[in-house]
C-alpha cells in the first residue's frame, strides 16, 4: 500500500495486469492487509461527502481504484514462501494459464512486457519469466537464470534456475523479475517441491523443473523496473514518476532542479 506519488503501488500492479487483457484478479493477501482489499472496493461514505463537495476529479479517482477490474483474495494463512503462495491461487485458477506479478516491482507503466510474455506463452506454450540483467554483485538478490538464446532477440530459453545463488555460482546476471506467466502445470510441481532457499516454498524451484523439461522461456526485459521494496529505489521511484506526470512535472522539475543546487557534486 505504499503510495507512489498519489496512488498505492498495488494499484500500478493491478492496472498493469488489466492493461495487459487479465480481467480476473486474485490477490494473495495475509494477515492485516485489509487495507488492500478496501481500496480495491466501492467507498460509499467518501464518494457521497466528495459529491457533496462536487469534487469531480477527486471522485473520478476514488471510483477508479474500485472499477479495475473483478477482484478476488486469498489468505496465505503461513508465509512458506513465493511459491506457496502461488499453490494458494490453484483452486480459483484451475487449469488455465495465468501470470503472476509481485507486488514490491513496478514496471514502467509504458513498458509492454507483459502482453508481450503473454504473446511468448501463446506462441511456444509452457512458461514463461520476465530476465533482467544486473550487476553481478547483486545476483544473490534474485532468482537467476542459465539462458540459451532464440531465434528472437528479447526470447530465450531457460536451461537452468537459482534462487539467490551466491556471486561466484550464478550461472549469470540474468535476474528473475516479478513477473511470470505460468503454465497450470507448475501448481502439480509445486505440490512436490521441496522447501528451499530460507526454508521457503520457490517458485523458482519449481521452474527449474519445468525448466529441465525445456518447458520454461524468458523474456529478455530492457525497460525500467523499480523495486519499491528497496529504500533507495522507493524514492528514486516517487521522483521519477513524478517527473513522468504531465500534471506534477511543469512545476516539480524546476523545483528539483533548485532544491539539487543545496548539494553541489563533491
Ligand atoms: C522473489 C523471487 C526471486 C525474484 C524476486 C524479484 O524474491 O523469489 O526469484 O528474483 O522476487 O523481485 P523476493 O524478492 O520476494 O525475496
Not at 96 to 122: Q, T
Not at 151 to 178: C, F, H, Q, R, Y
Not at 217 to 223: K, T
Amino acid at each position: 500500500m505504499l503510495p507512489v506519488v498519489d496512488k498505492p503501488a498495488i494499484q500500478y500492479v493491478v492496472e498493469e495486469a488489466v492493461g495487459a487483457g487479465l480481467d480476473d484478479v486474485l490477490l494473495i493477501t495475509g494477515r492485516s492487509k485489509q487495507s488492500i482489499e478496501n481500496h480495491f472496493d466501492r467507498a460509499y461514505e467518501l464518494e457521497e461527502a466528495l459529491h457533496a463537495k462536487e469534487d469531480w476529479g477527486k471522485l473520478e479517482k476514488v471510483r477508479q481504484s474500485s472499477e479495475l477490474s473483478t477482484m478476488h483474495y486469498v489468505r496465505q494463512g503461513d508465509p512458506k514462501g513465493l511459491g506457496h503462495a502461488v499453490l494458494c491461487a490453484a483452486q480459483h485458477v484451475g487449469h488455465e494459464p495465468f501470470a503472476v506479478l509481485l507486488g514490491d516491482d513496478l514496471i514502467d507503466p509504458g513498458d509492454p512486457l507483459l502482453k508481450r510474455m503473454i504473446e511468448v506463452r501463446e506462441q511456444f506454450g509452457g512458461s514463461v519469466i520476465a530476465l533482467m540483467e544486473v550487476d553481478p554483485d547483486e545476483v544473490s538478490l534474485y532468482g537467476c537464470a542459465a539462458i540459451e538464446a532464440t531465434d528472437a532477440d528479447d526470447v530465450a530459453l531457460i536451461t537452468g534456475l537459482v534462487e539467490k545463488p551466491l556471486k561466484e555460482e550464478a550461472p549469470s546476471n540474468w535476474a528473475v523479475i516479478g513477473r511470470y506467466v505460468c503454465d497450470p502445470d507448475v501448481f502439480e510441481v509445486l505440490r512436490e517441491t521441496p522447501p528451499g532457499r530460507g526454508g521457503e516454498i520457490q517458485l523458482t524451484d519449481a521452474l527449474m523443473t519445468l525448466a529441465a523439461k525445456g518447458e520454461v522461456r524468458g523474456v529478455l526485459f530492457r525497460g525500467r523496473r523499480y523495486d519499491t521494496g528497496n529504500k533507495q529505489e522507493y524514492l528514486r521511484t516517487m521522483v521519477e514518476f513524478a517527473s513522468k506526470r504531465d500534471d506534477l512535472a511543469p512545476e516539480f522539475i524546476p523545483w528539483l532542479r533548485t532544491f539539487l543546487q543545496q548539494f553541489p557534486e563533491q
